[in-house]
């Protein structure tokens, strides 16, 4: 009984929000790595994108909620899902018509994309508070709760609760079909051999007639659909508030990287190692182990191994350690 | 070369004290608040509170002869030092401000204050900046701030809880200068009281995720959490986590976290939770908010401070019959303390015409100002608990 006990604290407290923590960045870092393996640029406004993509849902979700269109107890969200990625879809090709395009024209060094995408990311941020404002923004309804954790208790009368919540459920099952989907959309379709194919070696691409522009367009569409995706996910689970969007950007990256840059299942893996050791290394374990031992040997202490103010020194000791003992990441990513 | 520079200097000096001679009938004030960053949301409410101490002044006319009051509006970001110092910098030199309302957050305001204000001689009133740290800050004078420091709400906040039959806490706090000195006063008081808190963990704002944080605080338990943030921060992923988890159903909330987002976010899931924030049953807040009407909202917090940090400027001026920082610190305490005739929101227009007339004032405000030692409020606070998710005011401390 305390042994479960223990295993339903830990649940309840890691495994549970760090599943989908990790989901949601493994989402968040598969449309960064797919910018930097087919556009070889580190995308920073993909934070924005995403801010901007879920404003948009956000805009719909209010939108169907005022006309009482609802979907019982999953998230009204849902079902602006598909309209809120068009729209992101229109501004990540209005943005690479009008902007990235011209950068590419001109064959500029990687770097200078950077930097152009930090002034997309800038003036995305300031268009996504301009139109919906920098608040806390609540659009989740439906059932909160797959299982509270008082309900939880009363039904096992053991004394930890857990809580799963209808986000977080979502956010894991929509994850894996979305990435079933892209790695299906890569692997077998003629499209998306010819965005492996470019990304691999981009002149003997073109030699095999491959068309840039085509490839280029169908991964900003996937990029756009990922980062709705992904913005929403987070939104439902947690809020949407355009700053921490932005803030977003950081395990984004150290995600991505640590995977290995340019590898979708990189990327995957890097979502979740980043969101387990973010959880796990500053845990207290003195409420599990308080079960888990004999009462002689419980801990007086907090039997903490790091204060929860490294919790972010630790991602980046990950991604330090990576970049210095295999600089192309876990999955033989492109080097940084 | 030296004398070159000294000569310019002077030059420079003499050319600025001659623009502001041919501006006489137009004052500048600097509002330097978060427009964006962490507390982006508060800003706003503030800022019009102080504006709205300008605009009646100017609408009045009798300040110094009938001079006009312009804000003129920079952004300290609340969290980035350099920002906020190079806005203030550039509301000192280039603007020409003869005072400046702000900072907002306590880490900008104390750099704002030793790397602009103390340089250049210029006033600073912060309607927010709460930590303890700026108690003894070097400021020759020109400091004052409309808010209680922490020290005191780290006392007053033992008392509620200890009156409530609370023994064991656990606390997390925003990974800043507020935070940390609140925390910090805080577990010294309760401590002291005979309390115990069990955790004191820091919380990054604007992250992604706060699982980590929680899942420590459960392990460290306690009868309820005290949450030293921001309401539209990390102190709401904290309390969104929290009550997810069922780690813990009641919380104390200090003035970080006491806004409308609290229950318009969480309704009744905070139902028997408690907090605090400065505020008082003095007849100045209802009239504040008459004053105001439908403008702004005024249940933010700080905004009533605000008001009151730009008239005690404006206030000090006109007891000094003078514009200049140097002429008009020594007056701010004055025209906020007794002796003197109580002057309440909405009525700066008296206030100024009695202090024409040599009467003196005693500026109560909006906040029921009184500064004591190192130019603070005393501080009064408001006590609030939540019963079907409204905040209701249980007494005042």
New interface residues.
Partial sequence: MDLLNAFV?LS???LV??LA?GA??ALGALGVTLIYGILRFSNFAHGDTMAFGTMAVVLFTWLFQSWGINLGPLPTALLALPFGIVICMGLVLLTDRYIYRFYRAQKVKPVVLVIVSMGVMFVTNGLVRFIIG???Q?FADGER?LI???TF?EMTGLDE?L?I?TGQALTVVIAVIAVALLFWFLNRTRTGKSMRAYSDNEDLALLSGINPEKVVMVTWLIVAALATLAGTL?GLD??F?P??YF??LL?FFAAAIVGGLGSPIGAIVGGFVI?FS??LI???????LTYALPETLAPDG?A?LL???Y??AVSFVILLVVLLFRPTGLFKGKSV | MKKLLLAGAALTALTAAAHAESHASEVKLGVILGF???I??LTQAMAAGAELAMSEVTESGALLGGAKVTPVRADSTCVDAGAATAAAERLVTAEGVKGIMGADCSGVTGAVLTNVAVPNGMVMISPSATSPGLSEAEDNGLFFRTAPSDARQGVVMTEGLIGMGVKSVAVTYT?NDYGKGLADSFQQAFEAAGGEVT?S????D????Y??????L????GDLLVVAGYV?QGG??IV??SL????FDRFHFPDGMIGA?LE??FGSELDGSTGQVPGTDSPGAAKFAEVVGDKFDVSGPYTGESYDAAALILLAMQAAGSVEPGDYKSKVEMVANAPGEKIYPGELAKALELIAAGTDIDYVGATDVELIGPGEASGSFREIKFEGGKMTTTGYR
Avoid at chain 1, 282 to 288: C, F, I, L, P, Q
């Fill in positions: 604290a309840n407290f890691v929000p760090a923590y949601q960045l920098p608040d806390d609540r709760f509270s954790a008082r208790k609760g809580a919540k987070y947690k809020s508030k700053f921490t803030q977003l395990p969101a973010e959880v500053t845990y207290a374990w003195k409420k599990v907090l903490q204060s929860t103010d919790k972010f | 964006t960053g962490p982006e949301s990974n955790i963990a820091a919380h990054e604007g992250k992604a995720d699982s980590a944080e929680v899942g420590a459960a392990s460290a338990g539209d709401a992923g969104r986590g997810d988890t069922g780690a987002a318009e976010n």
